[in-house]
């Protein structure tokens, strides 16, 4: 008889509901106990999207309120010795994306509004700020406890109108009257905890309440959202097996597979490798690895930011940072880098301790295929459907042949008769006369096919054009546009664009490729 799937939590952000049915539940509640003993009452926690921060803060909200019943067996219990029921106000602003301030002020009056049957209300409390003030004096005065307050997802309102200085300008106003009220009743607070993706300074939040402890990249906080190395191995080993058996493998290979695709995520310097916490669980559910975390698509926030600081896509690894280059408050952000570490298709990869030097990258095949599907609109005009469709599965079965011509070929005919996306026929009147587009290009499509490549690779002799890694072969590319394929070549031969990978056992195919202006595709190559 085939072993019974567990039941997975795709989804569920109530930490009871969690525990009651049953779902699978990797323990965390240690690192909930030790947030709930900070010195410090204040604590704000930054993750990208689908990280598991309304579990957490659901978690949290249980632990406060003295739900000892739900933590029986689990690490909380044995470190918890009181359990007194403090009373909690948990915000959760997920269901104010999308919306004008009165949109967002109504949402607040609704949350507001289910406290108040509990604690009370006063006419005088007008507008939603006073009336947090009066629900936390209040609830106070009732219980003689100190009050627990959670907002989850602060900033969702303030996402989508980064790049409207105005809607930007109303919607902190709104949410500054309700958060200034925090610091004002300090002393009345056991626990504040806020959870989101970014940081806006100028937020009450973080203006006024001076002493807010920022947990984000904490080593001792790395791993308290995601699934480490150990978790997967330990609590989740029986999963694993039962998707190996599915896909008739080893465990191990399994275990391989699910590393590349959902791992590699860290969140300070010393942080364990994380797994992206929904991806691995829709895996589990589905019985099927594949790309789960751009189910929504790439945030609209991000990449009108990445326009509006003129990103170079390619360039988004293996970068050399300190930490006030991506670590940085939203209103202060030269560049998207903040968002896209942030957001989560950045990570930590590295940190050289005595130059206080990161280095960050995209953090596995997931990220790497849904971060080029997203991009693809806007860089190179290509709706990501149309190159999945029939092009892919033939480009990507001949590099894997090894026949470079055939996938030229394959590229070649692509790009001569793709349809372009509403809009952009213009732009690209102006784009496509430039080597750099089809830089683009070539690198957007190769990373949707989980194909290692990186553009302008500095060496002795020299930029590179672009070099592709296949598990047997290195391809090393230069582009022409108003030269020939030859003297592309040529430049490869003459500047040893090759020679750094000449020695690592893999064969080194070098590539001149020429495009021509009006067609917009590939006119000729020399291998």
């Not at 280059?325 to 570490?341: N, Q, S």
Request: charged share 25%.
């Amino acid at each position: 008889m085939a072993e019974k799937r567990r039941k997975y939590p795709v989804g569920i952000q109530t930490f009871s509901r969690l525990i009651r049915e049953g779902y699978v539940y990797v323990d965390k509640t240690d690192l909930v106990w030790q947030m709930a003993n900070e010195d410090n009452p204040f604590l704000f926690l930054a993750r990208p999207r689908r990280f598991g921060k309304s579990l957490l803060a659901s978690t949290l909200h249980s632990f406060f309120a003295g739900e000892r019943e739900l933590f029986r067996g689990l690490k909380a219990e044995q470190l918890e010795w009181d359990w007194q029921q403090y009373p909690v106000l948990h915000f959760d602003l997920s269901g104010t994306k999308h919306l004008e301030p009165q949109g967002v002020k109504d949402e607040l009056d609704r949350q507001l509004k289910k406290m108040e049957r509990l604690y009370g209300c006063a006419s005088g409390e007008t507008t939603p700020g006073m009336r947090l003030a009066g629900l936390i004096e209040r609830a106070y005065e009732q219980t003689k406890l100190r009050v627990v307050v959670i907002v989850d997802e602060y900033d969702a309102p303030l996402l989508d109108v980064l790049h409207e200085d105005d809607s930007l300008r109303q919607m902190r106003d709104v949410l500054q009257e309700f958060y200034q009220r925090l610091k004002m009743l300090e002393p009345l607070i056991k626990c504040c905890f806020i959870t989101g993706i970014t940081k806006f300074s100028q937020l009450s939040i973080f203006s006024t309440i001076n002493n807010i402890s920022i947990i984000s990249m904490l080593p001792k906080y790395a791993a308290l959202c995601g699934i480490t190395e150990q978790e997967l191995t330990t609590t989740l080993a029986p999963d694993i097996a039962l998707l190996a058996r599915e896909y008739e493998c080893t465990p191990e290979e399994m275990h391989r597979r699910l590393k590349e695709r959902y791992d590699g995520y860290m969140f300070s310097e010393r942080s364990p490798e994380i797994y992206n916490p929904f991806s691995l669980f829709k895996a589990f559910s589905t019985q099927k690895v594949t790309n789960y975390w751009f189910e929504s698509g790439t945030p609209t926030f991000l990449i009108r930011q990445m326009q509006k600081f003129n990103t170079d896509i390619t360039s988004l690894n293996d970068l050399e940072v300190s930490a006030s280059a991506f670590d940085k408050p939203t209103e202060a952000m030269t560049t998207a880098l903040p968002l896209l570490y942030q957001s989560g298709y950045l990570t930590i990869k590295g940190y050289d301790r005595e130059g206080e030097i990161y280095t960050l990258g995209i953090p596995n095949q997931e990220v790497q295929t849904g971060y080029a599907e997203g991009l693809m609109p806007t860089y190179i005009g290509l709706d990501a459907t149309d190159v999945q469709t029939g092009f892919a599965l033939k480009f990507w079965r001949a590099l894997k042949k090894d026949d470079i011509d055939l996938a030229l070929r394959q590229m070649q005919a692509f790009l001569a008769g793709i349809p372009y996306v509403e809009g952009f026929k213009k732009k690209l009147e102006q784009v496509a006369v430039k080597e750099g587009f089809y830089e683009y290009t070539f690198y957007l499509i190769f990373n949707m096919l989980n194909v290692y490549a990186r553009t302008q690779v500095k060496c002795q002799g020299g930029r590179v054009d672009m070099v592709v890694l296949m598990p047997q072969t290195t391809y090393v590319f230069e582009l022409k546009m108003h030269e020939t394929a030859q003297k592309a070549l040529e430049q490869i031969n003459t500047n040893g664009y090759a020679l750094p990978y000449e020695t690592d056992g893999r064969r080194v195919v070098r590539v001149g490729l020429h495009f021509d202006l009006d067609s917009r595709t590939l006119d000729d190559w020399v291998v």
